[in-house]
């Protein structure tokens, strides 16, 4: 891994940098309105949380559901229906729905709007006070009270409504019956969920319009992760990212891969350098597996001639960059080799491929959230990849007025600029380029057999970013003790690891790749924070 300075923050980065401290430089007269808001807030809930009016005849179809009734008391055998299934085919029918409050409007004192969410899909519900409809006044004020993001079952009946409906995902109504309020949330959350959810286009509307919108900074949203979760853009990058794992099991799968797992307590470096998290084991010293390299190629001298792990990754890299984390989630495969590394590079050539149409052909929805308030150009890609040697890709860079050292690594900047020429140039934003210098390798990786300068190595891009590190793997043991020495390891660390090979294994490869920069990249997404549930970079163990 190369040794660089950390970029300058993107345009978007720094966007979010000055909305977090603007956020934390609140005015006290701002934060004594603020303070005064929630109190009122809190005494309107309290207010609406007293027991039903007694006189309302339709008393016993609205309320707060006591906590006993909810702890798993009875099974009722009620059918349950799910926001996104509702259309126009529902229309007539009766359904009980469990969904959050997101939006609660007030027409009038007889008539209110709830739209109701669950994960990607809304619903509009209308409440009117009528005693043909067992709707009373009492209840209407009831359902406006409620705070947003609370917690209600409502059961109504489903209608089509006169105009198309803009702001929800399903076009029907339900003309609500009943609502009880599950779990109410607090009255003032601590970031608005309409806040968190707008683009930069919804900003620069508003700007234009003399309006001032409030922006959710990248580490309040961390902060308040759950909440930030909530938006629909989060709800799609999740399930993406879900998609992705499902597909790299699928495919290696159906190529005779076995899947496994591995330790992540180990007692010497997998990877060498000094970027491991070090703690002790039972008295003694030992640290967090960087990746599961040693072994998933000690499983292949195992016998098993085709294995992956989907699993934890640990890097202490003080890296604070958009691309970087200390934890993230490890795609891996390991394979025999019959004749040629190139056979592990067709392998991620089928694998990516098939990912890519995938989620293009079956993840519209999702694509299409995330476009709309991280906007994006749909990935090129080739349906046989193109391979670039090292060298090759150092000449398009020279000619293109960059100069880097022969025997060095790319730093970030080369990566981007030779990812753009290559689009350019072949139409692709997905690119092997092979055959790195020996000098910027794991000390594992098999050194060419014309040059021992350079390996049979690769390195995988998508839009100008490295996502897949890979090569042939040294299965000599004592060719494997001498580069593990002159890469500074201790030897005696990882001798079970070499010592396998002395058994007699076959020549074999392999990659690895890591699941939140795949999907940050696919979708063009300007930070790996935003495909990190619960991200771990050098600043944050929480939440």
Known sequence: MSSEPPPAPSAAAAVELAADLSAATLSKKQQKKDARKAEKAEKAAQRQQQPADPEDPFAANYGDVPVEEIQSKAIS????????????????RSVLIRGAAQVIRPVSKKMAFVVLRQSMST?????????????STQMVRFATALSKESIVDVEG?????????????QQVEIQLRKIYCINRAIPTLP???EDAARSEADFEKAELAGEKLVRVGQDTRLNYRAIDLRTPSNQAV????????????????????????????????????A????????????????????????????????????????????????????????LDAEMEIKEHYFEVCDIIDGLFVSIFKHLTENCKKELETINRQYPFEPLKYLDKTLKLTYEEGVEMLKEAGTEIEPMGDLNTEAEKKLGRLVREKYNTDFFILYRYPLAVRPFYTM??????????????????????????????PELLAKR?????????TISAYIESFSYGVPPHGGFGVGLERVVMLFCALNNIRKTSMFPRDPQRLVP
Request: hydrophobic share 40%; charged share 20%; proline share 5%.
């Open 447 to 476: 050194p060419c057999y014309d040059n021992p300068a350079y390996t049979n190595s690769f390195d995988v891009f998508i839009r100008g970013e490295e996502i897949i590190s890979g090569a042939q793997r040294i299965h000599t």
């Open 238 to 273: 999740f399930r993406i990212q879900c998609q992705v794992e499902n597909k790299f099991r699928e495919f290696l799968l159906s190529k005779d891969f076995v899947g496994i797992h591995t330790p992540k307590l180990i007692s010497g470096s997998s990877e060498g350098g």
């Open 191 to 193: 970031i608005n969920l």
């Open 123 to 135: 619903v509009q519900c209308v409440l009117v006070a009528s005693a043909d409809a067992g709707v």
């Open 157 to 169: 009946v489903v209608s089509l409504p006169k105009e198309p409906l803009k702001a929800t995902t």
């Open 275 to 330: 970027a491991v998290f070090k703690l002790f084991y039972n008295g003694q010293p030992a640290c967090l597996a960087q990746s599961p390299q040693l072994y998933k190629q000690m499983a292949i001298c195992g016998g098993f001639e085709r294995v992956f792990e989907v699993g934890p990754v640990f890097r202490a890299e003080n890296s604070n960059t958009h691309r970087h984390l200390c934890e993230f989630v490890g």
């Open 484 to 492: 593990a020495t002159e890469c500074g390891i201790d030897v005696s």
């Open 77 to 92: 055998g009620r059918s349950w229906s799910q926001i996104g299934d509702l259309d126009d085919s529902a229309a007539g």
